[in-house]
């Protein structure tokens, strides 16, 4: 027997949730001061075995080493699975302390749910939730599998009784089905099925030859349509071509309008008369002599030949510009011309493949469509009506199938009901004997208890004490904690039912967090007496040689030292983590 002992908010909680996280548990809650830790290393024993799991830190890619001390084996396992078929660690866990891989139907358990509903009982359920409220299907499943409830074979009856119901309704309503359509003269007598069947089948074969027509113009149409879009890419792509030529001689005739104009400043400037004054001082200039500069009177070349010469050279070259100009307005007209043409037949190809798009593709389309739609629903009617056809006699024969299969039904539900009856008288035998154990159990923390029963289909309790009617435990007061106590000595019982049954197979080990919460301060005996019980249990050893080790969480010390009983103080200068932060 294990206390941790300190008050709300110690860290009580925190070491007992980190017991199990090793083993695989993938819902147990994690606190940072877990989560922080790089490994996490539980030694255990398992039937003489001794055992460690290493859990790497909370990621999604986490794994398990599981170690056998005894030959120092060890396997490597993920948390999730990654992979169809691939074994986790909890499952390994559930297979090593022998608890079964129980389903039925949707449901399934794992490693958490026993966790959950019978190893552990959680600080914020305790005093709330009947065994760590989970789901009913799930707890039940549980302890059937726990309690040896759970029969493979049996399942198996189950699902053949409930396969072959299913079969049964089936044709019974393939039956009543036939026999409707007859009774409002749809299928008076096979003579009028064969007209049916005729008449369908030509009107499915004109459905079909419409269908055909239909696919084959909307075949053309699309093949039209498509043509139609190459047009248009092939306008659109020539009308982008014009547009960057007349873009291209714009800018041609643009540089050649400044080159002539260039041209006519040159001409310009030199068809202006000789300045006859001073450049510099603007006065007259004297006569010179022939020959001589008129300004500075030096001899010099023939100015007015060369002048000549220069005039007649720039209005040569003005007169090839102007020309020149005139070539390139006249190609800018023709790109211009060319674009807009372009432009035109582009814009008319849009338009025509639209309309045709509207006009023709699309209601040959929905033409087809519903051809289409119409030849698959008659093609269904000529299907049944063939059906019926071949089965001229198909009330006489349907109901032959219908009797094989109510014969095969009724031998699996005997089959099933007779195991099933077995399975019931021993389920009985079986609650009935953990009811008691769970009286004893509540009469020891509880004297006050006069009666409990636990429910053999759902496991549900009602507990009575005296001077008050028996209640659920959904009815029970949350004062006083008598949820507490019904979800303790429960587990307790199961613990004891599990000694003396061998097909009972429940771990010899208990968390309880914590069982003095709300208890002390309101009845302080029933709490005395729940550690006491607590401390009995986990004194006394199986037949194994082995007791069942319990954990739990008290928010004071022990009024007096117990043998054999060890108490962790949590606290400020106590704490389960080295690393922890202490609090003020």
């Known amino acids: 027997m294990t206390f941790f002992v300190g008050h709300s908010g110690a860290g009580k909680s925190t070491a007992l949730e980190a017991l199990l996280y090793p083993l695989g548990l993938t819902t147990a809650t994690i606190m940072p001061e877990v989560g922080a830790c790089q490994q996490i290393r539980l030694t255990f024993r398992v039937a003489g075995t001794r055992w460690h799991a290493t859990r790497s830190g909370s990621n999604p890619r986490a794994r398990v080493s599981v170690k ?21 660690a909890g499952a390994f866990i559930q297979d090593l302390l022998g608890l079964p891989q129980a389903a039925r139907g949707a449901t399934r358990v794992d490693l958490d749910d026993y966790y959950n509903t019978v190893l552990a009982l959680r600080q914020h359920t305790i005093a709330s939730a009947f065994l760590g409220g989970g789901k009913d299907e799930e707890r039940v499943l549980v302890l059937e599998a726990i309690l040896g409830l759970w029969d493979t074979d049996l399942a198996g009856l189950e699902k053949n009784a409930a396969e072959t119901t299913s079969r049964f309704n089936k044709a019974r309503a393939e039956l009543t089905a036939f026999k409707k359509l007859r009774d409002k003269g749809s299928l008076s007598d096979p003579d009028r099925v064969r007209c049916d069947y005729e008449q369908k089948q030509r009107e499915h074969a004109a459905a079909a030859n419409a269908w055909q027509k239909a696919a084959a113009a909307l075949n053309s149409a699309v093949g039209e349509h498509g043509r139609l879009i ?54 007259s200039l004297p006569e010179r002599e022939p020959g001589l500069c008129q300004q500075c009177g030096q001899a010099c070349q023939d100015t007015a030949g060369q002048r000549e010469r220069d005039i007649a050279a720039a209005r040569a070259k003005a007169e090839r510009l102007r020309l020149k100009l005139r070539r390139l307005e006249e190609a800018l007209a023709a790109a211009l011309a060319a674009a807009e043409q372009s432009e035109d037949a582009a814009a008319a190809a849009l338009t025509e493949r639209d309309a045709y798009d509207q006009h023709r593709l699309q209601p040959a389309r929905t033409v087809a469509q519903q051809a289409e739609k119409c030849a698959h629903g008659l093609s269904r009617d000529v299907a049944q009506l063939k059906q019926w056809l071949e089965s001229s006699d198909f009330i006489t024969v349907q109901q032959q199938v219908i009797d094989a299969a109510k014969a095969g039904m009724e031998t699996a539900k005997d089959a099933r009901d007779a195991a099933l009856t077995a399975h ?12 008691e154990l769970f009286l004893a159990r509540l009469q020891q ?18 507990v009575k004490e005296r001077g008050h009617p028996d209640k659920t435990f959904t009815e029970s007061s949350v004062a006083g904690s008598p949820r507490v106590v019904i979800n303790v000595a429960l587990l307790l019982a199961l613990r004891d039912l599990g000694r003396i049954g061998t097909a009972v197979h429940v771990p010899p080990l ?19 007496r729940l550690v006491e019980t607590l401390i009995d249990v986990a004194g006394d050893p199986s037949s194994d040689g082995y007791a069942c080790q319990v954990i739990a969480a008290i928010n004071d010390p022990l009024p007096h030292p117990c043998p054999g009983v060890r108490e962790i103080p949590v606290d400020t200068d106590n704490r389960f983590f080295d690393h922890a932060p202490r609090s003020a």
């Open 510 to 528: 208990m968390i309880i967090d914590s069982p003095l919460a709300d208890l002390g301060a309101v009845d302080q005996a029933t709490g005395l």
């Open 230 to 283: 190459a047009l248009h890419k092939a306008a659109d792509a020539d009308r982008r071509k014009r547009a960057k030529q007349a873009s291209a001689a714009h800018e041609r005739l643009q540089a050649a309008t400044a080159e002539h104009a260039r041209a006519d400043g040159v001409l310009g400037e030199l068809l202006l008369p000789p300045a006859e004054d001073c450049t510099r001082c603007g006065r």
């Open 424 to 435: 019931e008288v021993r389920r009985k035998e079986i609650v009935a004997r953990w009811s």
């Open 445 to 462: 923390i509880n004297p006050e208890i006069e009666t409990a029963y636990i429910d053999p289909t759902d496991f549900t309790t009602r």
């Open 68 to 88: 056998n001390l005894d030959d120092d084996t060890e396997r490597s396992l993920p948390v999730r699975s990654a992979k169809a078929g691939e074994m986790t």
